[in-house]
């Protein structure tokens, strides 16, 4: 099916969208369905309990990229597209404390679940999607307890005892902040309609038949659920999103979050452009681009409010090859807001591709799946602002792609910093390339976009799981420890 541009776009939280985001929202949607069901069964426990089960990816590098504060948090009612970072560090300390959160949110269903109640299972790879985390939750402590054992216990012991309960359901978070129950029901309503395509070529066609290009294509889609007015007043709601996360990214300063203490350098970039190019020439344009991704993913890193783009880890790519398209093209400077609109309706739609036809999860085919596909779809952006046709677009998408094949995720301390953050500005640069050969070129060429989608698929799969967001191979073990010379 054709992904609504505004699922793929969506304002949440660092530093993940699949280890953050998207267990922040399974534990809000299972903290409703369990006030609800006991509402409905006209039930009020004295002493109710839960606990959280993670598995995979999100239990080996859960720690670092905040999930298992984010399951907690959505449990007690914590939305990731309006939560803001102050309040959640705030929550923490609390539920650090008290060992409490209210249900959804709901201050007279208070439940005993802490930190203590969270069970990692880092070697349990479920089958639908490795980055799986179960709820469980018990009228009391004694309903959810393992066999023989306590929550205590199987947090901390090996083996593969589960706590059982009253009732208890898994979800599965499959990048960029989509989740699914077991049984893969989405989360979003689907969009409709005969502008909808399910391949590259399917996307040309159908932008070649309408003459609106490619984010025409996928503007036809959006019509299904909105007007072009809600179409466009959303839109720009993400594009500012974008810009003021960039701003806040390059006025703090200070050290990110974390055992590695990377310090921050947006700002202190930022200072220096000033000084030497305050009116954005084109002869500094490429260090702009790399000041706003930098600038971005510290945001992101450090837990900041960002855009999915289409994930997290991802997220300055397409905020600055937009910037650039804003600020260094003749379509930019004269009309920036649809500009922005037509960028990111281009890069929905080959975003799309991916994440139906591959995965943009890097716990499922490496960071192939985030920054190489946010870099194919920022060059669909940019080369459709630029003007190039349907082929021209999905030329730069496949360019992009075919040279971020194979990336691998290896977090270095399982934290979204390095190589995340500077990877970022690199296939910015990449996305910015890609479309300029493009437009140089008729739109033909030898690898369609499809095949590069395809090939970008069959990779991850046959890539090794320590290279797939899990800190168990590359950067991630290399790194702080005596390497042999070549």
Sequence with gaps: MTVSVFDLFQIGVGPSSSHTVGPMRAGLDFGRKARQKWKDEGKNPDNPSACVILYGSLAATGAGHGTLGACLLGLDGCDPATVDAEYMEKRIRQIRETRTINLAGDESMPITCGFEDIVLRPGVQRSIHTNAVTFVIGESQEAISGPGTGIASLAQGPGDAEPEGDWKETYYSIGGGFIRTAEEIPTLDELTGDWLFDSGQKLIELAERGGGGISGVQRGCEQSQRTDEEIDINLDAISQAMQDCHKRGVSQDGVLPGSLLVKRRAKRWYDQLMQEDPQRTAEFSEDWVNLVALAVNEENAAGGNVVTAPTN????????????????????????????????????????????????????????????????????????????????????????????????????????QIPCIERNAISAGKAINAAKMALRGDGEHYVTLDEVIETMRQTGADMSTKYKETAGGGLATNVGVNVPEC
């Design 313 to 416: 880890g991802a997220a300055g790519i397409i905020p600055a090859v937009m910037f650039y398209a804003r600020e260094f093209t003749p379509q930019g400077r004269e009309d920036a807001k649809a500009t922005d609109r037509t960028f990111l309706l281009a890069a929905g739609a080959v975003g799309s591709l991916y994440k139906e036809r591959a995965s943009i999860s890097g716990a499922e085919v490496g960071c192939q799946g985030e920054v190489g596909s946010a870099a194919s779809m920022a060059a669909a952006g940019l080369a459709e602002v630029l003007g190039g046709t349907p082929r021209q677009v999905a030329n730069a998408a496949e360019i992009a792609m075919e040279h971020s094949l194979g990336l691998t995720c290896d977090p270095i301390a399982g934290l979204v």
